[in-house]
């Protein structure tokens, strides 16, 4: 089992800055990818980003590739976002997963633990 935790959202102007953060609980942190998705009310949750067990094999979205970057802490147990130069259209309840699937990695079906999600605003 692992439970996971975000942190770090709130209101960010368009053009700033905001690191989201995930706690996992659990010592098997590091057998897991993990991955950010966001959802919005009546759409479906859409991948953002992943990282592989070691932090490396990431991949992006096209609509943030090169404005966030996903790294991970393996001996924190911990898991991040940077959102650079968000947009009005990054709005949304950001989730953190951790996945052991190899396949679909980014589809929900891919990850087996999630967290409740925090929600991030941006102002235009």
């Known amino acids: 089992q692992v439970q996971l935790v975000e942190s770090g959202g709130g209101l960010v102007q368009a053009g700033g800055s905001l690191r989201l953060s995930c706690a996992a609980s659990?010592?098997?942190?590091?057998?897991?990818?993990m991955g950010w998705f966001r959802q919005n009310p009546g759409k479906e949750r859409g991948f953002v980003a992943r990282t592989g067990r070691s932090g490396g094999m990431t991949i992006y979205s096209d609509s943030v590739k090169g404005r966030f970057t996903i790294s991970r802490d393996n001996a924190n147990n911990t898991v991040y976002l940077q959102m650079n130069s968000p947009k009005p259209e990054d709005a949304a309840v950001y989730y953190c997963?951790?996945?052991?699937?190899?396949?679909?990695?980014?589809?929900?079906?891919?990850?087996?633990?999630w967290g409740r999600g925090t929600q991030v605003t941006v102002s235009s």
């Open positions: 659990g010592r098997t942190f590091n057998s897991y990818a």
């Open positions: 997963a951790a996945g052991s699937r190899a396949m679909h990695v980014t589809t929900p079906w891919a990850y087996e633990y």
